[in-house]
C-alpha cells in the first residue's frame, strides 16, 4: 500500500457514515492490515503493520520494522499536514490510566499507543494518526482514526 492508498483510505473513512453499532473486521490471517473498527461515532483501521515478533525480537528487526513504519507515518502526516494544517499532538496516557473516560477508538487507541496527531478538517470530524504494538510480540501498527468533534 503506498502513501496514496493510504490517503485514499483515511477520505474514504472520513466520507463513511458511522454505524448504528459497533463493528470489527478479524484481520487477514498473517496480517493486521485491513483491521477497522466503526461504531456510531468513529472509524479506526490500520494502515500498515511490520511483522510480528514472535520468533525474535533481534534489536537489528525491531529497529527495521520501527523505520519502516515511522517512514509511512511521516509521508502520511506529511500529506494530511498541508491539506488541513498542522496537527494536535493528544496524549494518550490518561485514557490508559483511567484519569478521563475513554469513548471509542480512544478507548482502542490508548491500548496501542501512547499519543496520536490529530488534524480537524471540518464536517464535524477529526482525523488521527498514531503508531503503537499491542505488545512486544505483536506487529508494529500504523492505525488512522476518524470521530465526530465531540468525542475529543
Not at 120 to 136: C, I, Y
Request: charged share 25%; aromatic share 8%.
Amino acid at each position: 500500500m503506498t502513501t496514496e492508498d493510504r490517503l485514499s483510505t483515511v477520505d474514504d473513512l472520513m466520507a463513511r457514515p458511522f454505524p448504528s453499532k459497533e463493528e470489527r473486521t478479524a484481520p487477514a490471517r498473517g496480517t493486521w492490515e485491513g483491521y477497522h473498527s466503526s461504531g456510531q461515532r468513529h472509524h479506526m483501521c490500520v494502515l500498515k503493520a511490520s511483522r510480528d515478533f514472535w520468533d525474535g525480537r533481534s534489536e537489528d528487526v525491531v529497529e527495521a520494522a520501527e523505520e519502516e513504519i515511522a517512514a509511512a507515518f511521516e509521508a502520511l502526516a506529511t500529506a494530511l499536514t498541508s491539506r488541513w494544517g498542522g496537527p494536535e499532538v493528544v496524549d494518550l496516557r490518561p485514557y490508559l490510566e483511567n484519569e478521563i473516560p475513554a469513548p471509542e477508538p480512544i478507548s482502542e487507541l490508548c491500548q496501542l499507543s501512547g499519543e496520536m496527531f490529530v488534524w480537524h478538517p471540518g464536517a464535524g470530524r477529526w482525523v488521527a494518526l498514531a503508531v503503537g504494538q499491542a505488545d512486544s510480540e505483536f506487529p508494529i501498527l500504523l492505525l488512522a482514526a476518524v470521530g465526530e468533534r465531540s468525542l475529543l
